[in-house]
């Protein structure tokens, strides 16, 4: 079955770095798009940040210039490299796999709370 088990969350102070893992499995990972999203009580899940089959990248404004996504298509894994974490940046942090237009699959998400 398709698994996709995050890991790397934890509680940083503000300026700090963390980088998030998600190893997937049961999917043909190097044709996936690859995401991180985001979520907070209350709020929608966000998109944090995207690569796509071919190495193509996109992450949400408020994130652009501080995290950096990366997939390594041998060992099924994303990742996301967080470097000047903000108070704003703590959620959890959910990994997704999609492909095409469905919705995809996701992990259980990881906790990232970044103190002031």
């Known amino acids: 079955q398709v698994q996709l088990v995050e890991s790397g969350g934890g509680l940083v102070q503000a300026g700090g770095s963390l980088r998030l893992t998600c190893a997937a499995s049961g999917i043909t990972f190097s044709i996936a798009t690859m995401g991180w999203y985001r979520q907070t009580p209350g709020k929608q899940r966000e998109l944090v940040a995207a690569?796509?089959?071919?190495?193509?990248?996109n992450y949400a404004d408020s994130v652009k210039g501080r995290f950096t996504i990366s997939r390594d298509n041998v060992k099924n894994t994303v990742y996301l490299q967080m470097n000047t974490l903000k108070p704003e940046d703590t959620a959890v942090y959910y990994c997704?796999?999609?492909?095409?237009?469905?919705?995809?699959?996701w992990g259980q998400g990881t906790q990232v709370t970044v103190s002031s």
């Open positions: 997704n796999a999609r492909f095409g237009d469905s919705p995809g699959y």
């Open positions: 690569i796509s089959r071919g190495g193509s990248t």
